[in-house]
C-alpha cells in the first residue's frame, strides 16, 4: 500500500481566500451524475458580489458570490434523466460542463479495500470485456489530507464513464455494486470513491464531532494549530514527545543533545543504509531493537533552501521522530510507509544542513537510499547523501511511539477536511463504509481499538448525514473479512470485536445495512480480490435499506440463545429460507463461555428449513455466553437458504 503524500495540502489550507473569476468546484466536471429527486447545489468561484445564474436541464436558478467570490446556488429537484449541459454564467462570462446525467449517486469511501482497483479483482478481465455503459460513472477523490476544511477537492478530479478502457481504475467494491443497482433500477448511477489505504477512522471525522468524544479535543486543536503555524505545532508535539521519552527512555535526556545541529558525530558508524540494520554489518545491530539514531548533513545554495519544503526518506521501521536543523518536521509510525514530510519555509537554510533521525524498532531506514530527496517547489529533488551517521541508543522492545495528531496514517479529522469537506452540498442516495482494519488493533496510533470504534463508527456517520443535511442518508458497511492468524482454541480477537462494533451500529441504526464477509476473505492477504461478491452484497443491503425494497438485506443473523433443558438453542432471522452447513452435518466455529474461559461446542442445524442452530448439550452450569466465528481468521460453513453466510456474533445466554 504505497502512500504518497499530497504536500499542497498545507499550502491549500493557509492560502487566503480572495475574488477570482467564474470557476465551478472541481467536482462538476463533464460527464457528472447528480442526485435525482434532492435539491441540486451547484458551488464555485466568481467576482465578488457578482450575480450568478446557474442553468440544468431546461431549469434555472440565480444566487450572488460573496466577498470572498464564492457562490452556491440551489435548483430544485430533477427526476432522473440526461444528458444535459449545466451552465453558469456572471458578469458576462459562462462556464459550462457537458453530459451531465441526474441519477443516483454513491459515495464510497473507506481504507485500501475501498480503494483496491477493480482491475486487481477476481474475473477483471471478464467484467471488463462487458464493462461498457454510458449510464455508469465514477469520479476517484484525489488523496488529500489537509488541517482545515477545503472549499475544493485539490487536484482536477474527472468524472469517468466506465468502459473497458476506464472500469480498472474505479474501486472494484464500489464499482460491482454499483453496476448490480443500475441493472437492477435502470437509471443512470455515478460513485464517488474517496479512500486511503491504512487510514484509521478518526481520519474520517469532522473536528466539530470528534472533538466531543473522548480526549480528542486537545488533538483536534493542535491540528487546527498546524494548519495555521506549521512550525508552532511542531515545536508543542516536540514537547509532548519528548515527555513521552523521558517517562519511557532514561538515556533520551542525554541523547536530545544529538539534536543539535553542532552535535559532532565523527565518532559514529557510517552507514548505507538500505534495509533493516540487522543485516548491516554494523557491531551490535544484527540483533538489536529499540533505538538508533541517524545524522546527514547536505549544503543548499541560497535559492534552493528557499524553495526546499519537502522531506523524503522512504519506510522506516518503525517510529521515527525526524529534524532538520534542530526543528521536528515530522514522524510516523508504520515500517512499510514512505516518510514524505512537509517542511515550513525557513528551516532549510543556504550553506549546512542537519537531517536528524531517530528511530524506535527493529530495523531502521530500509529504503533505497536513492529515494531519499529533499522536495522544491517546483517538483524537482536534491539528493540526500547515500551515507549516514549511525548511533545506538537504548534496547526497547514492545513499545510504541504516540504520533503527532496530523501524522498519516492515525490522524485526527485531515482526511474529512481534505477529501469530504469538497464534497459538502452534493447529495448522495447512500454511503458504503469498507475500513476497520487500521483500527482492530489497539496501539499508540489507535489506542481505543476495537472498543473506541463502537462509539467511533456512528459518530462518522452521524457527522456526515449531518454535514450532507440528510439525516436519514442510508450507510452500507463492509463488515471486517477472514485474515491473520487461525485458533486452534478458543481466544481473544481484535478483528472479531472490531466485526461486532461494526455490526452492532448496524444492528442499532435504521438506516444502515451490513455486507458479511467471513466466507471470501483471504487469511495471508489483507486484500482480498473477491470484489465482486463484496460489492454484490452491498447492493443487496442497499435495495433493503436505500432502495425500500421488501427483501432480505443480508446475512443470518443470530438474535437470541436461549437454554433448553440440556441445549443450547440459538435463533437466528434472515435465513432465506432455513440455515445450512457446507461438508458437514455440523456447524463449525461455535463456543460457549463461562466468565473468561470458553471452549468450542458441537452444533447442528435444528432440521431443514429451521432457523435454529442447537448446542447439544452445552448447558452446563456457569455457561453464559455463546460466541460463533470469534477468530481473526475463523473457518465457517454455517450458511443461510440463499448461500449467505451467517453473521458472527457474541450472544449472552437466556
Same mark, same amino acid.
Given at each position: ?89 456572471? $458578469? ?20 485500501? $479495500? ?34 482545515? !476544511? ?12 466506465? $468502459? ?72 508543542? =508535539? ?80 518503525? #517510529? ?48 533505497? !537510499? ?28 514492545? @513499545?510504541? =511511539? !504516540?504520533?503527532? !495528531? ?46 473506541? #470504534? ?24 463492509? =463488515? ?85 433443558? $440440556?441445549?443450547?438453542? @440459538? ?84
Amino acid at each position: 500500500m504505497k502512500q504518497t503524500f499530497f504536500l499542497l495540502a498545507l499550502a491549500a489550507a493557509c492560502a487566503p481566500s480572495q475574488a477570482a473569476d467564474l470557476g465551478l468546484a472541481r467536482v462538476f466536471s463533464d460527464h457528472a451524475v447528480l442526485q435525482r429527486d434532492q435539491p441540486i447545489a451547484v458551488w464555485g468561484t466568481a467576482g465578488a458580489g457578482g450575480k450568478v445564474t446557474v442553468t440544468l436541464g431546461g431549469r434555472t436558478a440565480s444566487g450572488n458570490a460573496d466577498a470572498h467570490g464564492k457562490w452556491k446556488v440551489q435548483l430544485p429537484p430533477q427526476p432522473a434523466g440526461g444528458p444535459y449541459q449545466l451552465s453558469v454564467t456572471s $458578469n458576462g462570462q459562462t462556464v459550462s460542463r457537458a453530459d451531465i446525467l441526474v441519477g443516483d449517486v454513491y459515495l464510497c469511501s473507506g481504507q485500501s $479495500n475501498m480503494e483496491f482497483a477493480q482491475r486487481a479483482s477476481t474475473n477483471a478481465i471478464g467484467a471488463t470485456y462487458i464493462a461498457h455503459n454510458d449510464n455508469l460513472r465514477y469520479l476517484n477523490v484525489p488523496r488529500n489530507s489537509a488541517m482545515a !476544511p477545503q472549499d475544493d477537492l485539490l487536484a482536477p478530479a474527472a468524472w469517468t464513464r466506465v $468502459n473497458a478502457d476506464t472500469v480498472g481504475d474505479a474501486s472494484a467494491v464500489c464499482y460491482y455494486m454499483a453496476r448490480a443497482l443500475q441493472a437492477n433500477y435502470k437509471v443512470p448511477v455515478g460513485f464517488i470513491q474517496a479512500s486511503w489505504g491504512g487510514s484509521t477512522v478518526q481520519g474520517w471525522i469532522g473536528a466539530e464531532s470528534l472533538r466531543t468524544f473522548g480526549d480528542y479535543r486537545t488533538g483536534i486543536d493542535l491540528v487546527t494549530q498546524y494548519g495555521k503555524d506549521p512550525a508552532a505545532a511542531m515545536r508543542v =508535539q516536540d514537547a509532548r514527545t519528548e515527555a513521552w521519552w523521558r517517562a519511557h527512555d532514561p538515556a533520551t535526556a542525554a541523547q536530545r543533545a544529538w539534536v543539535d545541529p553542532g552535535f559532532d558525530d565523527s565518532a559514529w558508524d557510517t552507514v548505507t543504509p538500505a534495509g533493516s540494520w540487522k543485516d548491516s554489518g554494523i557491531a551490535g545491530f544484527k540483533e538489536f531493537d529499540g533505538v538508533a539514531w541517524y545524522r546527514t548533513t547536505v549544503t543548499l545554495t541560497e535559492a534552493q533552501a528557499q524553495a526546499a519544503n519537502a522531506l523524503h526518506l522512504g519506510p522506516v521501521d518503525t #517510529y521515527d521522530t525526524t529534524w532538520v536543523n534542530g526543528q521536528r518536521v515530522g514522524g510516523a509510525g508504520f515500517a512499510w510507509l514512505g516518510r514524505d514530510y512537509a517542511v515550513p519555509a525557513g528551516i532549510f537554510k543556504p550553506g549546512r544542513n542537519v537531517i536528524v533521525m531517530r528511530v524506535l524498532g527493529g530495523g531502521g531506514m530500509t529504503g533505497a !537510499p536513492a529515494n531519499r530527496t529533499i522536495g522544491l517547489t517546483d517538483g524537482q529533488a536534491i539528493p540526500l547523501p547515500a551515507a549516514w551517521k549511525v548511533r545506538r541508543g537504548s534496547a526497547m522492545k514492545g @513499545v510504541a =511511539q !504516540p504520533p503527532a !495528531p496530523w501524522d498519516m496514517l492515525t490522524s485526527y479529522t485531515t482526511l474529512y477536511n481534505g477529501m469530504i469537506a469538497p464534497l459538502v452540498g452534493y447529495k448522495f442516495k447512500l454511503a458504503a463504509w469498507y475500513q476497520g482494519e487500521a483500527n482492530a488493533n489497539q496501539d499508540a496510533g489507535n489506542p481505543g481499538g476495537p472498543e473506541e #470504534y463502537r462509539s467511533l463508527l456512528p459518530l462518522l456517520m452521524r457527522d456526515w448525514r449531518q454535514r450532507f443535511g440528510q439525516p436519514a442518508l442510508p450507510f452500507l458497511v463492509v =463488515q471486517l473479512t477472514s485474515y491473520g492468524s487461525t485458533m486452534t482454541a478458543p481466544g481473544e480477537s481484535s478483528w472479531a470485536e472490531l466485526r461486532a462494533a461494526q455490526a452492532d451500529t448496524v444492528a442499532h441504526d435504521p438506516h444502515a445495512g451490513l455486507a458479511v464477509t467471513l466466507d471470501v476473505g483471504d487469511r495471508f492477504d489483507i486484500h482480498p480480490t473477491q470484489k465482486t461478491v463484496v460489492g454484490e452484497r452491498l447492493a443487496r443491503a442497499a435495495r433493503a435499506v436505500a432502495y425500500g425494497e421488501k427483501t432480505v438485506p443480508g446475512s443470518p443473523t443470530a438474535v437470541a440463545a436461549a437454554r433448553s433443558g $440440556n441445549d443450547i438453542v @440459538v435463533t437466528f432471522k434472515d435465513t432465506a429460507g432455513g440455515l445450512k452447513t457446507y461438508s458437514a452435518d455440523r456447524a463449525i466455529g461455535f463456543e460457549v463461555c463461562a466468565d473468561t474461559a470458553c471452549r468450542y461446542a458441537d452444533a447442528r442445524v435444528a432440521g431443514k428449513g429451521s432457523d435454529r442452530v442447537v448446542l447439544p448439550g452445552a448447558a452446563t452450569p456457569g455457561v453464559t455466553r455463546v460466541r460463533y466465528a470469534w477468530a481473526d481468521a475463523p473457518f465457517v460453513n454455517l450458511f443461510g437458504g440463499d448461500g449467505l453466510p451467517a453473521a458472527p456474533f457474541r450472544l449472552d445466554v437466556r
